[in-house]
């Protein structure tokens, strides 16, 4: 049993037994093997950013130790199996409990339980009740044949019993208080919110090629997609998947793709044809370390200059950058209306350390989202570029109505013939770019928190939201504020404001150049010297950026 | 129906004078028309090239995409409103050089479409280069020592892909042409149809004349449904059959297989997302993933 299934199961028992919990997960870009890790934090109050501190180490192979070793110090308690570890066990500083994971597992029948044991054993140390953890390892194994739940469970429940005295040997007493509201809370990670977020907004066709870290919306949809008449379909590569999505919103489906950097530089060519056909088009986009393969299960946020310019000509687009979990899945349904309202492609850029981080969250609430399709019944003199004040042609569909609807990637005169009429041209221009400006009505505004007083302001975008958040909590300055941006494109028209407020402005971006705040500078003229920046392909963790920011403001 | 429900009125067409495009573009139109589609009922998907104009200069819905593309927005065009007739038509750079990827993987998929492919071995929107049907040792400013890439088999290629529907017209034989786009069109998934056509202004080699020369049709004794007897005739090159070369039947198309329509014939633009459903399924993730 892998470390995934240990994640899913530990966070789910501690969720349901009232804990919040936080998960995320960095790994190799392997099948199998190779050393992979996943940090999981419970907390009485809601935590949701990746910190550095590691309380418990659980190593479950040779290796782990010295794979997390930045991670680790003389506070950390390391259970673990000195036969398995060998010298990395007395490689200190850290405090070792030898533990006999794989023993009591061979005992039971089968090493392979070993995991489970070590799940029972920290669900014992965080203080649950035994009947809740055999309740909760049964029903995750329900699927598997009746001795494997059983044989789980089992191991699960000598794992429990190990806990009071791998505490009294670690020296440790671990209470964390729990919160009955948390129970009816549902646990997910950011690529289950976009695909939640796309189903809400009346996704029914997703056409994407498998691509780290893009590939679990693709999933997600494939999985849960048929009992909302979605079609999910894996073409045979990225230009097929953009080409299938624009024919899918020409026939009247709201389509999507998801996919990485690479793969969405195959897209290109097919993202300014829905530019030139005035398609709507929503492209779930998951950044990971570039150029080319890059580091493709590590994390970055260096294609936002690649998303904001892709594609030959010029024609407008929005960007939504989501920073947390509500964010993904309204973001991501409001994507598919504003896509279909305006007639251009809208991003939803995350990156690997958003799609793989789990916490839980209160219910969605599906009373505030909408789906407003923006199609029309055609009359027999439709014309599908019809030149309007606002740019925004209404947009019929073969099948519907009683006009021809005719599209082209030449320049088009109004019907969607081909012309080479060179004043109809520049009219044309006018009119796609006119659809930006009245698509700026509804930027989404940033988030100032926690003081709409300040004197330093850390300006960030998409997945880092939580992390510097929580920096700034542990910086304890009441001087300073973050300012989250989850829309990054068009750029809110209050922007100079909020930083011209600001004796000192700090960008922090998951980039090694600072695109964002390129990005802010093109539009306001500000131009943000103090930047902290990462590109190692590991996400920020809370106390580095807390770090860097004392740093910048010492 | 009258083939005049799908013309233009007046129109600037950009073909040469005595290019096989016209021919293409009469007979389809009077395929149509026999087949009673309906002009409010058939989109016409193309890429880039000349033939690729074809749409422009038809009386229905169409969707002129980009060089080599036709296929991947005609599947998703079929799967996304099955009750539509949809022809995917280009020339053969497009079709075979520049979408190669998307041809051989739209035959593995099978949506209902007609891929209506005008071979006429050679580039002319670019003025004269080869395509990946030009013979060997057909001279162009590009290739100035000859063609020496094996030219590409369509038939051949679809064939060995067990392909639905393959078969292989000349655009001089207007009769011929247009019996085997009727059953190309009715056929249930996909269907190829590649015709010969010259081009009067860059292929000097492959002209009327020489097709004429060395064309022959499939006897009728030629079983349809024999994959491997079908593959034999598409390799042959000394003369070139036409006809239907290759039918399965047996295979379910595209739209079938993606299960949305099996309880629901509705288009998907006639659909709305079940909240009710999505609620349950958000309520999962209270004690799993």
């Known amino acids: 049993m892998g470390i995934q299934t240990v994640e899913g199961i530990l966070t789910r028992m501690l969720k349901l037994a009232g804990c919040n919990v936080f998960a995320t997960k960095e790994y190799m870009s392997r099948v199998r093997g190779g050393n992979n890790s996943t940090q999981i934090r419970v907390c009485s109050r809601r935590v949701c950013g990746f910190i550095n501190r590691t309380d418990i180490l659980i190593p479950l192979n040779k290796g782990a130790i010295n794979h997390v070793r930045g991670r680790i110090s003389a506070d950390t308690v390391v259970f673990g199996e000195s036969d398995l570890l060998a010298d990395e066990a007395r490689s200190g500083p850290f405090k070792f409990i030898d533990v006999p994971f794989t023993r009591i597992a061979t005992d039971l029948g089968n090493r392979v339980y070993s995991n489970v044991v070590a799940v029972g054993m920290l669900a014992g140390l965080l203080g649950m009740k035994l009947p809740e953890v055999c309740d909760y390892v049964k029903q995750s194994f329900s699927a598997k044949a009746a001795d494997v739940a059983q044989k789980n469970v089992q191991a699960a429940e000598a794992g429990f019993r190990l806990a009071e005295d791998v505490s009294r040997r670690a020296d440790i007493r671990l209470d964390i208080g729990s919160d009955a509201g948390v129970k009816d809370q549902i646990l997910l990670s950011g690529g289950d919110a976009v695909g939640l977020g796309a189903i809400a907004g009346g996704c029914n066709f997703i056409s994407s090629y498998p691509m780290s870290p893009s590939t679990p919306v693709l999933v997600f949809l494939a999985k849960n997609g048929g009992d909302f008449g979605l079609i999910a379909e894996q073409a045979e590569d990225e230009i097929a998947a953009m080409n299938m999505a624009i024919g899918a919103w020409y026939a009247g489906a709201r389509a999507m793709v998801t996919t990485s950097g690479g793969g969405f530089a195959l897209m290109v060519e097919g993202l300014s044809m829905a530019g030139m056909l005035e398609s709507p088009m929503v492209i779930h986009l998951a950044q990971r370390p570039g150029p080319a393969t890059g580091l493709p299960t590590r994390t970055e946020q260096a294609d936002l200059e690649l998303a904001l310019y892709a594609g030959h000509g010029e024609f407008p687009r929005i960007l939504f950058a989501p920073g947390t979990l509500e964010q993904a899945f309204y973001l991501t349904a409001r994507a598919f209306n504003l896509a279909d309202k305006f007639q251009m492609p809208v991003f939803v850029l995350t990156d690997q350390y958003f799609v793989d981080t789990y916490y839980n969250i209160p219910d969605f609430d599906l009373s505030s989202v909408k789906v407003e399709k923006c199609i029309v019944k055609t009359a027999a003199d439709y014309k599908r570029y019809e030149l309007t004040r606002d740019g925004i042609s209404p947009r019929g569909i073969p099948g519907f109505g009683q006009g021809f609807v005719c599209v082209d990637s030449d320049e088009h005169d109004t019907e969607g013939h081909i012309t080479e009429d060179l004043q109809l041209r520049t009219r044309m221009v006018d009119k796609r770019l006119r659809k930006l400006e009245s698509a700026k009505v509804e930027i989404v505004a940033p988030e100032l928190y926690p003081n709409r007083k300040y004197e330093n302001l850390v300006v960030c975008w998409g997945s880092t939201y939580h992390i510097v958040r929580e920096a700034i909590e542990l910086l304890g300055r009441e001087d300073t504020s973050l300012l989250h941006y989850s829309q990054v494109y068009p750029l809110h028209p209050k922007t100079a404001d909020y930083l011209n407020k600001a004796k000192k402005i700090i960008a922090l971006e998951g980039n090694a150049t600072g695109q964002f705040a390129k990005l802010i500078k093109l539009n306001t003229g500000i131009d943000i010297k103090d930047r902290v920046l990462k590109y190692s392909g590991l996400s920020f963790a809370v106390e580095e950026v807390a770090e860097a920011l004392k740093n910048v403001l010492r | ?289």
């Open chain 2, 1 to 289: 129906m009258d083939a005049k429900v799908f013309d233009m009125g007046p129109t600037d067409i950009a073909w040469c004078p005595g290019c096989g495009d016209y021919g293409i573009l009469t007979v389809l139109k009077r395929t149509l028309a026999e087949l009673n589609i309906a002009p409010e009922n058939l989109v016409m998907v193309s890429g880039i090239g000349q033939a690729a104009k074809i749409p422009h200069y038809f009386r229905t819905h169409f969707f002129n995409g980009l060089h080599g593309r036709a296929l991947p927005p005609a599947t998703a065009i079929k799967a996304a409103n099955p009750s539509m007739t949809v022809i995917a038509e280009s020339g053969d750079g497009d079709m075979y050089g520049e979408g190669g990827n998307h041809f051989i993987h739209t035959i593995r998929r099978n949506p209902s479409i007609t891929n209506i492919v005008h071979n006429n071995m050679v580039y002319g929107l670019t003025k004269g280069q080869a395509s990946p049907t030009s013979q060997l040792g057909f001279k162009t400013p590009v290739q100035v020592a000859g063609v020496f890439l094996e030219p590409f088999n369509p038939l051949a290629v679809a064939i060995a892909l067990d392909v639905g529907f393959v078969a292989r017209a000349f655009v001089g034989d207007a009769e011929q042409t247009k019996e085997i786009l009727k059953k190309a069109i009715t056929h249930k998934g996909y269907a190829l149809v590649d015709i010969f056509q010259p081009c009067v202004t860059f292929n000097k080699l492959n002209t009327w004349q020489w097709f004429k020369e060395h064309i022959y049709y499939l006897e009728d004794s030629h079983d349809p449904h024999d994959r491997v007897a079908a593959f034999k005739r598409a390799v042959e090159t000394d003369k070139l059959p036409l006809g239907i070369f290759y039918i399965n039947p047996n295979k379910s198309a595209f739209e079938d297989n993606v299960g949305i329509y099996r309880d629901d014939k509705r288009p998907l633009f006639e659909r709305e997302p079940d909240f009710v459903r999505l609620q349950t399924l958000i309520g999962k993730f209270r004690t799993a993933g």
